[in-house]
């Protein structure tokens, strides 16, 4: 299950930098900001389906880790696939939605089996959603009990770890145990703007709560020195 919360952990290893731009100059010129600063970066759907896989081969070679965040959610074979592609690409993180079920799961796990530092993270309920969303597609429990709900299914497929908004972190740490990853987008720095986030916090409190993880974006990618912003917030995971 990867490293445990509890053990000591090098707070730069545990921020993760979401590259959320749609090219490549533009993703390039903040990992150059950061340099050796940040050694941890997301690669979503928009960077991805932008510029191509090479981008992530790119980041690999320069060794940084990448967490591609694909959010699978497709018949076990396909999501099987993705996850052998991912791991050829060198990457460290892949997710897949947990609300696929226990078959997409393992599907995942099982292809990942032949990548050894290639990690399955399952998506609970993503952080822009509510509990009015899931009443609209068909969920009547609240977003803390799906949250645990899948958590729980994601853990007996053998998944790594889970995504969730730190809001659900302290909880979900005590069903889940000190092995299990997990990483929190949604996160933001005290007086900023949630953004698309329902359900945010700080940092700070995420790795407090029990958070392995912490996704930051704009508070570093769009800061007039991203290198200084990035520091700023290393420093303050430190108890």
Do not use: W
């Amino acid at each position: 299950m990867g490293r445990r919360h509890n053990d000591a952990v090098d707070s730069t290893s545990q921020i993760i930098v979401a590259l959320d731009c749609d090219n490549r100059a533009t993703a390039e010129a903040v990992v150059k900001r950061l340099g050796d600063e940040c050694r941890f970066y997301k690669v979503g759907l928009e960077l991805l389906t932008a510029v191509g896989p090479d981008i992530v081969e790119c980041l690999v070679a320069q060794g940084k880790e990448v967490f591609l965040d694909l959010k699978l959610f497709e018949i076990p074979n396909s999501v099987a696939g993705a996850v052998r592609a991912a791991g050829a690409l060198g990457v460290s993180m892949v997710t897949v939605h947990a609300m696929g079920g226990r078959g997409i799961l393992s599907a995942a796990v099982e292809a990942a089996r032949d990548f050894p530092g290639l990690r399955v993270l399952a998506l609970t309920v993503v952080t822009s959603m509510t509990d009015a969303d899931l009443a609209d597609i068909g969920i009547d429990d609240a977003t803390d009990g799906q949250v645990l709900r899948l958590a729980r299914l994601a853990q007996r497929a053998g998944c790594h770890g889970v995504i969730a908004s730190p809001l659900d972190v302290s909880a979900l740490r005590s069903v889940l145990g000190p092995d299990a990853l997990i990483v929190t987008p949604g996160v933001t720095l005290s007086g900023e703007s949630p953004a698309e986030h329902a359900r945010p916090d700080t940092p700070r409190a995420a790795i407090t709560a029990g958070a392995s993880h912490v996704v930051v974006g704009r508070s570093v990618t769009r800061a007039v020195d991203p290198a200084s912003a990035f520091r700023r917030i290393r420093a303050d995971l430190v108890p």
